[in-house]
C-alpha cells in the first residue's frame, strides 16, 4: 500500500511545481509594468500563455491604471493600499513610487488580453463578448489560447466563429498550406474587416495557389457582404418611410380629407418633439426612477400638444379660409415662422438632446455588416399602429363617418344635422396630433430643434400627392416606396442626387397620372 502511494505523491508534487511554474512572478509583473512597450507587450502575452488568477486581477488592475512601480516591484494599488501582485498581501507604498504609464496602443492590448482570458469562462455569455473583442485579431502571439479555446469550446455557433478568428491570424503564416487553409475557412466569413485582411494579403502573396484561393475567398466574402449592405439599405428606406408616413398620415387627414394646405404641419410635428422633451425633463426631475417609462407618457403628451395647437390654429385662422388655398398656405406659412420663433425664446435656439430609454438601446444582429436598432424597430412598429388607429377611426367610428361626410358633401351632411365646423375642428386637431405623435417618433433618432419640421414637411406632401390625395391607402405605398427608393438611390449618388432623382420621378409621374397611385372613386373624383 505504501508503494502505491509514492507514484501518486510524486505525480502531485510534479503537479504542484507546474502550477508554481505558471504562477505569476514578480519579475513577470514588473516586466508587464515598466520598460519599452514592446517588451510589455512580450510579457504580457508570455502571462497570458498559461494565466491564473493573479496574473488576470494584475491585467485588469494596469488597465484601470492602478498599478505604481517602486524600484523593482509592481505595487497593486486598491482602496488607497499597497498590495502585493503575486501574493496579494498589503505592502507599504514608498514616496517615490511611480505610476505606470500605458499609451494606446498598451491599453488595446489589455482591452485585448482579458477578452483573450474571457475565452476560457464558464459562462457561455461572457465567452461570446471575448469572441465580438477579439473577432478582428490578426497577431499571431494569440494563437496557442484561441486553439485552446477552440478545443473547449461546445457551442457549434461560437466554434464556427473561434475557427474564423483562427483563420485570420493563420493567413499572413509563414507556412503556405496554413495560408491556403486559412483562405478556403475565410471565404465563409461575412465579417466586413475579413476583406480588409484578404485584400492586404492578396497584395503581398506570392503562392500562386494561394492567391487564388485568396481571390476566391474575396470575391465570396465581398457577395456575402453587399447582401448585408442591400439588407441594410432596404431596412433604412423602411425606416425612413416609417417616418415619412407618420408625419404624412396628420397631412393626408388636412390637407387629403380637408383640402386644406398646411404649411405649418412640420411645426405641429415640432411641438410633438418638444413635448417629448419636457416630459423626459419631468421625469428625470421627480421620477428618475421611472425614467424608462418616460415615452408610455410623452406619447399622448405629444399628440395633445400638437392636436390642442391644431384645434386653436382651426378655430381661430383655418375656419376663415376655407375655400381659399393661396390665402391659406400664405397664413400657415406665417404661423409655422410664429411657432418656430416661440420655440426658441422658450427653449433657445440650440437643439436639444432627446435620450433613449435603456429598453430600445441596441439592436438584433442579423449579419456581421447587418444590425437592426431597436429603436428604429419600435418606430416601424409604432407607424403601424397609429396607422391601423386612424383606419380603424376613420373607417369603423363616428367621427370618422362625419369627416367623410362633410368632405364628400357638406351642405347635405349639414341637413341631416351634422354640426360641420366642430367636425372641421376635431377632423383637423386629429390630424395635427398624429403629427405630434411623428414628432415624438423623431425625438428617438436625432436631436430636436426650432427647424425640425422644415426637413419633412417637403417629402409629406409628395407622399401625399403621390399616394392619391385623400386615400391612407396610399399614403402607405408612397411613404414606404419613396423611403426605399430614396434610400437605394443615395447608395448609388449620394443623398443630394437621391433627392432630385426622386422629385423629377414624382414630377413624371404625377404628369402621367395625376390622381395619384390610388384614384378617389365616386363622384369626387371629378
Not at 385 to 404: C, D, E, M, N, P
Request: net charge neutral; with cysteine; charged share 20%.
Amino acid at each position: 500500500m505504501f508503494s502505491s502511494l509514492i507514484p501518486r505523491l510524486f505525480a502531485c508534487l510534479l503537479l504542484c511545481a507546474a502550477v508554481q511554474a505558471h504562477a505569476l512572478t514578480a519579475e513577470a509583473a514588473r516586466a508587464m509594468a515598466a520598460g519599452d512597450t514592446d517588451e510589455r507587450i512580450a510579457a504580457l502575452q508570455a502571462a497570458i500563455a498559461t494565466p491564473d488568477e493573479a496574473t488576470i486581477a494584475f491585467i485588469r488592475a494596469m488597465g484601470e491604471d492602478a498599478v505604481k512601480i517602486a524600484g523593482d516591484k509592481a505595487i497593486v494599488i486598491k482602496d488607497d493600499k499597497g498590495l502585493d501582485p503575486v501574493t496579494g498581501a498589503e505592502v507599504p507604498v514608498p514616496d517615490d513610487a511611480e505610476d505606470i504609464v500605458n499609451n494606446n496602443r498598451m491599453r488595446g492590448e489589455f482591452d485585448t488580453a482579458l477578452a483573450s482570458l474571457q475565452l476560457m469562462s464558464t459562462d457561455i455569455g461572457q465567452r461570446r463578448k471575448a469572441i465580438d473583442a477579439l473577432r478582428e485579431e490578426t497577431d499571431e502571439a494569440r494563437l496557442p489560447l484561441i486553439e485552446k479555446a477552440l478545443a473547449a469550446e461546445q457551442d457549434a455557433g461560437l466554434k464556427t466563429r473561434l475557427e474564423t478568428i483562427r483563420a485570420r491570424i493563420l493567413i499572413s503564416s509563414s507556412d503556405a498550406a496554413k495560408r491556403l487553409e486559412a483562405a478556403q475557412l475565410l471565404a465563409t466569413s461575412a465579417n466586413p474587416a475579413t476583406r480588409t485582411v484578404l485584400l492586404e494579403q492578396l497584395r503581398n502573396e506570392e503562392d500562386a495557389k494561394v492567391k487564388s484561393a485568396l481571390q476566391t475567398a474575396l470575391k465570396a466574402v465581398e457577395e456575402r457582404l453587399q447582401w448585408g449592405e442591400r439588407l441594410a439599405a432596404m431596412f433604412s428606406g423602411i425606416s425612413l418611410g416609417s417616418i415619412l408616413l407618420l408625419v404624412a398620415l396628420g397631412l393626408a387627414i388636412t390637407y387629403g380629407l380637408m383640402g386644406v394646405i398646411n404649411m405649418a404641419h412640420g411645426e405641429l410635428m415640432m411641438i410633438g418633439a418638444y413635448a417629448t422633451y419636457v416630459m423626459q425633463g419631468v421625469f428625470q426631475r421627480y421620477f428618475p426612477g421611472a425614467f424608462d417609462w418616460y415615452l408610455v407618457a410623452a406619447v399622448p403628451a405629444a399628440f395633445l400638444a400638437s392636436a390642442l395647437m391644431g384645434a386653436v390654429l382651426e378655430r381661430g385662422v383655418i375656419r376663415f379660409l376655407y375655400g381659399r388655398p393661396l390665402e391659406t398656405l400664405l397664413a400657415t406659412w406665417g404661423i409655422s415662422l410664429m411657432l418656430q420663433q416661440l420655440v426658441r425664446s422658450v427653449f433657445g435656439a440650440q437643439n436639444v438632446g432627446v435620450e433613449n430609454p435603456s429598453w430600445m438601446s441596441g439592436g438584433v444582429q442579423l449579419m456581421e455588416n447587418l444590425q437592426l436598432p431597436w429603436n428604429r424597430l419600435i418606430i416601424v412598429a409604432f407607424a403601424l399602429a397609429v396607422l391601423g388607429g386612424v383606419a380603424f377611426l376613420i373607417s369603423r367610428t363616428r367621427l370618422g363617418l362625419f369627416v367623410r361626410g362633410v368632405t364628400q358633401n357638406r351642405p347635405i351632411a349639414s341637413c341631416m344635422g351634422v354640426n360641420t365646423a366642430r367636425v372641421d375642428t376635431y377632423a383637423f386637431a386629429l390630424g395635427s396630433g398624429i403629427a405630434g405623435l411623428a414628432g415624438c417618433a423623431l425625438s428617438q433618432v436625432g436631436n430636436v430643434g426650432p427647424d425640425l419640421g422644415q426637413g419633412y414637411i417637403v417629402d409629406s406632401f409628395m407622399v401625399v400627392v403621390l399616394g392619391g390625395v385623400g386615400q391612407l391607402a396610399g399614403t402607405v405605398y408612397a411613404a414606404l416606396g419613396l423611403g426605399v427608393l430614396n434610400k437605394f438611390l443615395e447608395g448609388w449618388t449620394g443623398a443630394v442626387l437621391a433627392k432630385i432623382a426622386v422629385l423629377v420621378f414624382i414630377i413624371i409621374f404625377i404628369q402621367k397620372r395625376p390622381q395619384g397611385i390610388f384614384a378617389v372613386k365616386g363622384r369626387t373624383a371629378d
